[in-house]
C-alpha cells in the first residue's frame, strides 16, 4: 500500500514540473503504480480470484502460484493480530514453502518470506481480500482434495 501511495505521489508530482525531472518522476511512478497497484487493479476490477481450488489443486493467480493437492501439506483457519485486533487469515501450508517462494512474483517474495516468518507458511490470505469466507474455502478444500493427497 505504501508504495502505491508513493508510486501515485511520484506521478502527481512529476506532471506538475514541466521539466526532464518531471517526466522521469512521472513515468517512474507510472511504472511503480503498475507493478504495485497492478493487482489490486486486477483483482478488483477484473474479478480475478485471490484464490481458486479445483481438482487439480490451489492456484493463487495475482500470486503466480499453483499447488498441485501433492504439494499442499494443509490449509487451515488462524488469526493474525495486528496490534490490539485481530483478524481472521487463511493459512495454506505447501509441502515445500521455500519453493513457493521462489515461485511467486518477484514483488511478493519479501512478504512470502515474512509470512513464513510470522506464520510458517508463505501462504497467508486475510478474510478481508478473499470473496468467500474462510470457511467455505476450507470445505471446498476438503470436498475437492483426494484422499490420498
Given at each position: 500500500?505504501?508504495?502505491t501511495?508513493?508510486?501515485?505521489?511520484?506521478?502527481?508530482?512529476?506532471?506538475?514540473?514541466?521539466?526532464?525531472?518531471?517526466?522521469?518522476?512521472?513515468?517512474?511512478?507510472?511504472?511503480?503504480?503498475?507493478?504495485?497497484?497492478?493487482?489490486?487493479?486486477?483483482?478488483?476490477?477484473?474479478?480475478?480470484?485471490?484464490?481458486?481450488?479445483?481438482?487439480?489443486?490451489?492456484?493463487?493467480?495475482?500470486?503466480g502460484?499453483?499447488?498441485?493437492?501433492?504439494?499442499?501439506?494443509?490449509?487451515?483457519?488462524?488469526?493474525?493480530?495486528?496490534?490490539?485486533?485481530?483478524?481472521?487469515?487463511?493459512?495454506?501450508?505447501?509441502?515445500?514453502?521455500?519453493?513457493?517462494?521462489?515461485?511467486?512474483?518477484?514483488?511478493?517474495?519479501?512478504?512470502?518470506?515474512g509470512?513464513?516468518?510470522?506464520?510458517?507458511?508463505?501462504?497467508?490470505?486475510?478474510?478481508?481480500?478473499?470473496?468467500?469466507?474462510?470457511?467455505?474455502?476450507?470445505?471446498?478444500?476438503?470436498?475437492?482434495?483426494?484422499?490420498?493427497?
Amino acid at each position: 500500500m505504501l508504495f502505491t501511495l508513493a508510486a501515485v505521489a511520484g506521478v502527481v508530482f512529476g506532471v506538475t514540473r514541466p521539466d526532464l525531472l518531471g517526466v522521469l518522476i512521472a513515468v517512474s511512478g507510472a511504472v511503480l503504480l503498475v507493478v504495485f497497484g497492478g493487482p489490486i487493479i486486477v483483482s478488483t476490477v477484473c474479478r480475478v480470484p485471490v484464490v481458486a481450488v479445483d481438482e487439480s489443486g490451489i492456484r493463487f493467480p495475482l500470486m503466480g502460484v499453483r499447488l498441485s493437492w501433492g504439494e499442499v501439506a494443509s490449509v487451515t483457519r488462524s488469526v493474525a493480530l495486528r496490534g490490539k485486533t485481530s483478524t481472521p487469515v487463511l493459512l495454506i501450508v505447501p509441502a515445500e514453502p521455500e519453493d513457493v517462494v521462489r515461485r511467486a512474483w518477484p514483488w511478493l517474495r519479501r512478504e512470502a518470506r515474512g509470512n513464513m516468518a510470522r506464520y510458517g507458511t508463505p501462504i497467508v490470505l486475510s478474510d478481508l481480500s478473499l470473496d468467500h469466507s474462510i470457511d467455505d474455502i476450507v470445505t471446498a478444500v476438503r470436498r475437492r482434495r483426494p484422499a490420498t493427497a
